[in-house]
């Protein structure tokens, strides 16, 4: 610790926690640590290497680090240091751009998820450690920490599967799919929240010898069901995982679009293809027709040797995937989704 004083700090207070930011140059996002003070223990984030960019910033993954102090003895102790996720957000050019991704939103969505009981026991969305500003020279950047959770839900296929060239488990993907229906369920009713951005990348798998465990994350564009006078009519969300009405830029009911992407995390988890919405059959004028035809496509669509699985199955998902991924006055419920049985 005494190695990194010599570096400067920006200062952001409130009234119950100083935040010390060190950098060579924030500007370019080139962080060093992050120390937050709060009452007897120090958390010290280090290690920090970037991921990727944001909207409007950068993620980078780190080390969280609890300090105290034994004042006996005049030592530094370490309590734990846990793996998190750093994502920065130059608030000047969200507001500059009126964007719906409002990191200051998704940090309350977060905490008030995991303040319901339920929701916090089935530990299915990921939680924050802190969040806070930084007044920089040009803008006031946001910073939100989070718990690292594993490998996000492409990259666990990959490195698990493709990249050893082995067939993927189809029993580890229905009970990927059985925890994220269980957790969608539980955003909606109990949390009252829909996430509008449903899709791998923004799903978490942490994988243990006898367990794949998933939570889902980014609830940046994520929406309190109450605000309906909100804009649920703007294009929100992931070309191949966004529903058509929302693609349209209709007025659309968010739990439903939510569910739209749901089925095509199913449909990549089957077949490891991102989904496109411009092959599958959803414009033809009879309804039974337009069934069929879904049917057919997805059929084909996952009819995969790198994906072994009976035929009776491979009908099941097939029915299942053309019964979410479709206009919604014909999309399945929730009820009806969590009800379906793949095996």
């Given at each position: 610790?005494?190695?990194?004083s010599?570096?400067?700090?920006?200062?952001?207070e409130?009234?119950?926690?100083?935040?010390k930011?060190?950098?060579?140059?924030?500007?370019?996002?080139c962080?060093k640590f992050?120390?937050?003070?709060c009452?007897?223990?120090?958390?010290?984030?280090?290690d920090?290497k970037?991921?990727h960019?944001?909207?409007?910033?950068?993620?980078?993954?780190a080390?969280?680090?609890?300090?105290?102090?034994?004042?006996q003895?005049?030592?530094?102790?370490?309590?734990k240091?846990?793996?998190?996720?750093?994502?920065?957000?130059?608030m000047?050019?969200?507001?500059?751009?009126?964007y719906?991704d409002n990191p200051?939103?998704?940090?309350?969505?977060l905490?008030d998820?995991?303040?319901n009981?339920?929701i916090?026991?089935a530990?299915?969305?990921?939680?924050?450690?802190?969040?806070?500003?930084?007044?920089c020279l040009?803008?006031?950047?946001?910073?939100i920490?989070?718990?690292?959770?594993g490998?996000d839900?492409?990259d666990?296929?990959?490195?698990?599967?493709?990249?050893k060239?082995?067939?993927v488990?189809?029993?580890r993907m229905?009970?990927i799919?059985r925890?994220l229906v269980?957790?969608v369920?539980?955003l909606h009713?109990?949390g009252?929240?829909?996430h509008?951005?449903l899709k791998?990348e923004?799903?978490?798998?942490e994988?243990?010898?006898?367990?794949?465990?998933?939570?889902?994350i980014d609830?940046?564009?994520?929406?309190y069901?109450?605000?309906?006078?909100?804009?649920?009519?703007?294009?929100i969300?992931?070309?191949?995982?966004?529903?058509p009405?929302?693609?349209?830029s209709?007025?659309?009911?968010p739990?439903?679009?939510?569910?739209f992407?749901?089925?095509?995390t199913?449909s990549?988890?089957?077949?490891?293809i991102?989904?496109?919405e411009?092959?599958i059959?959803?414009?033809?004028?009879?309804p039974e027709?337009?069934?069929?035809?879904?049917?057919?496509?997805?059929e084909?669509?996952?009819?995969?040797?790198r994906y072994?699985?009976?035929?009776?199955v491979?009908?099941?998902?097939?029915?299942?995937?053309?019964?979410i991924?479709c206009?919604?006055?014909?999309?399945?419920?929730?009820?009806?989704?969590?009800?379906?049985?793949?095996?």
């Open positions: 610790m005494s190695s990194q010599n570096i400067p700090y920006y200062h952001y409130t009234h119950t926690t100083t935040y930011v060190g950098k060579q140059n924030y500007d370019n996002e962080m992050i120390k937050t003070e009452g007897d223990d120090e958390l010290w984030y280090d920090i970037k991921l960019p944001t909207n409007f910033g950068f993620a980078y993954r080390m969280c680090n609890t300090y105290t102090h034994d004042s003895d005049n030592k530094v102790l370490v309590k240091s846990v793996p998190v996720v750093i994502k920065t957000t130059n000047s050019q969200v507001k500059y751009k009126n719906l200051e939103e998704e940090a309350k969505i905490r998820l995991n303040k009981t339920r916090h026991s530990d299915c969305f990921v939680k924050v450690v802190d969040d806070f500003n930084i007044e040009s803008h006031i950047t946001h910073i920490i989070t718990e690292d959770g490998l839900l492409k666990f296929i990959f490195k698990n599967f493709i990249r060239e082995q067939p488990d189809m029993e229905f009970s799919w925890q269980i957790a369920h539980l009713t109990e009252q929240i829909c509008l951005d791998p923004n799903i978490l798998v994988s243990t010898e006898e367990y794949d465990k998933v939570r889902i609830f940046g564009v994520a929406r069901l109450q605000d309906t006078g909100k804009p649920f009519g703007k294009k969300g992931t070309e191949g995982y966004m529903a009405e929302v693609r349209e209709n007025k659309y009911n739990c439903k679009a939510d569910l992407s749901l089925g095509a199913l990549f988890l089957v077949t490891s991102e989904p496109n411009n092959e059959p959803l414009s033809i004028s009879s027709a337009e069934l069929n035809d879904r049917l057919s496509f997805f084909r669509h996952c009819s995969s040797p072994p699985r009976s035929p009776q491979s009908r099941k998902v097939s029915s299942l995937l053309a019964n991924m206009p919604c006055e014909n999309r399945f419920t929730l009820s009806q989704i969590s009800e379906f049985d793949l095996n």
